[in-house]
């Protein structure tokens, strides 16, 4: 069984604060996505990283990609209210002509203002 | 576009009640899937399309029937309902899942309870 593990499972801090979440798993992906899920909401793409090491910037979000390409984490700068949500890792396997997306269970982020 | 369009976005069923949870995109992808997401657990995949008259069972199928006659539908069929399919359903597209990274698109979700 290939899991993707999420940590902290549940954040809660003040507006301005940066915070960092983390994806692990012992499984090499040929890629890996961040999304993010709004109340209500189905999830919305983000990023995709693909490179071991390659570090992506999204205004205040940093998407980073191990080296081994095993883990990624996700820094939020100076957050804000609207930076609250559900963020979700999905790592993706490929095998031959087989794929397969292996989702993390979410970090739930909640930004007082 | 719409994107992905879900109906109904709430129900409540009783034991062994059947209905349909329908999935409609227009955006002419040739993947389409079918979610649940249960609370502080991920994504699990139930079936996927690779294109119409085309399905396969994903992580999670028991319990659940799809179809997929034309490339923009995609309903997903519960015939015995259960308590332990109490969940919320997101159905999801992609142009092909055959690309490198490849972009999934959600719709709002179907959130089912089971008594």
């Known amino acids: 069984t290939q899991l993707l593990e999420q940590s902290p499972q549940f954040l809660s801090i003040q507006e301005g604060e940066n915070l960092t979440v983390y994806c692990n798993s012992s499984s090499v992906f040929s890629s890996l996505q961040w999304y993010r899920q709004e109340p209500g909401e189905g999830p919305v793409l983000l990023v995709t990283?693909?490179?071991g090491g390659e570090v992506k910037k999204l205004k205040r979000l940093t998407f980073q990609f191990g080296d081994a390409r095993k883990d990624s984490s996700l820094h939020i700068t100076a957050a804000q209210t609207g930076d609250t949500g559900l963020y979700l890792c999905?790592?993706?396997?490929?095998?031959?002509?087989?794929?397969?997306?292996?989702w993390g269970a979410g970090t739930k982020l909640i930004i007082k203002p | 576009n719409a994107g992905v369009t879900q109906t109904p976005k709430f129900r409540i069923l009783k034991i062994g009640q059947s209905m349909t949870l329908q999935c409609t995109q227009d955006?002419?992808?040739?993947?389409m899937y079918w979610y649940r997401q249960d609370p502080g657990m991920g994504l699990k995949l139930i079936y996927y399309?690779?294109?119409?008259?085309?399905?396969d069972k994903g992580e999670v199928p028991n319990g659940y029937n799809v179809s997929r006659s034309t490339t923009e539908d995609f309903p997903l069929r519960l015939e015995l309902a259960a308590p332990s399919q109490t969940s919320v359903y997101f159905c999801?597209?992609?142009?092909?899942?055959?690309?490198?990274?490849?972009?999934?698109?959600f719709g709002p979700g179907t959130r089912l309870l089971v008594l």
């Open positions: 955006m002419n992808h040739n993947y």
């Open positions: 999801a597209s992609s142009y092909s899942a055959r690309q490198y990274q490849e972009t999934q698109y």
């Open positions: 399309s690779v294109g119409a008259g085309i399905t």
């Open positions: 990283v693909v490179t």
């Open positions: 999905a790592g993706e396997i490929r095998e031959d002509s087989n794929y397969q997306l292996i």
